[in-house]
């Protein structure tokens, strides 16, 4: 399954709302669909798995939604830690894939 | 607190094999699911794949024909070959733990490890 992850990057101001796209080539089963933020130099961070059940310990700023093919990463108001790079991921039909990333960076 | 820790050389020369242990400590190898993960300098993710304390594994198809896992409870590590490697098997090798399935999120992580391929 091949994950399309929109913008490749998004600017973005503390402060504002961030949105992040993750789109399917076909139906991920059972809405196994993973997000992670991983910033420099370390390993990515999961946040959110069954597209929208949160990890331990992220902030409930960050939301998670969607189904099928067409998921959906919030931010409802970007804090200066969240600049990071986002990775969606399927675990529904292995092999398992990523999405190429969305850098957020600030404007 | 789970702890994962990758070792093995950073430098490998092309078309040898690329050897990677990944030390567990803060939990029990057996009863989960442990996966290898890469990133080439600048790029996205890749699925590597997986072993169970079964023995049981899956590869991703684009790798399968030059990768092998392996573990070792009574030291609780698994291990990584990658065969015949080129510049394009550069990158940062990590080791996770799955969360439940065989195919999951992968919900703990090593620091990971650079590897260069360059003779």
């Known amino acids: 399954i091949v994950l399309t992850q929109s913008p490749g990057t998004l600017s973005s101001s503390p402060g504002e709302r961030a949105t992040l796209s993750c789109r399917a080539s076909?139906?991920?089963?059972?809405?196994?669909l993973a997000w992670y933020q991983q910033k420099p130099g370390q390993a990515p961070r999961p946040l959110f798995y069954?597209?929208?059940i949160r990890a331990t310990g992220v902030p409930d700023r960050f939301s998670g939604s969607g189904s099928g093919t067409d998921f959906t990463l919030t931010i409802s108001r970007l804090e200066p830690e969240d600049f990071a790079v986002y990775y969606c991921?399927?675990?529904?039909?292995?092999?398992?894939?990523f999405g190429q990333g969305t850098r957020l960076e600030i404007k | 607190q789970v702890q994962l820790q990758e070792s093995g050389p950073g430098v490998v020369k092309p078309s040898e094999t690329l050897s990677l242990t990944c030390t567990v400590s803060?939990?029990?190898?057996?009863?989960?699911?442990w996966s290898w993960i890469r990133q080439p300098p600048g790029k996205g993710l890749e699925w590597i794949g997986y072993?169970?304390?079964?023995?049981?594994?899956d590869y991703n198809p684009s790798l399968k024909s030059r990768v092998t896992m392996s573990l070792d409870t009574s030291e609780n590590q698994f291990s990584l070959k990658l065969t015949s490697v080129t510049a394009a098997d550069t990158a940062v090798y990590y080791c996770?733990?799955?969360?439940?399935?065989?195919?999951?999120?992968?919900?703990?992580w090593g620091h990971g490890t650079a590897v260069t391929v360059s003779s």
């Open positions: 996770a733990r799955n969360q439940y399935l065989p195919h999951d999120v992968f919900n703990f």
């Open positions: 803060g939990a029990s190898i057996s009863g989960y699911y």
């Open positions: 072993i169970h304390y079964s023995g049981s594994t």
């Open positions: 076909q139906n991920i089963n059972h809405n196994h």
């Open positions: 069954g597209a929208s």
């Open positions: 991921q399927q675990y529904g039909t292995s092999p398992v894939t």
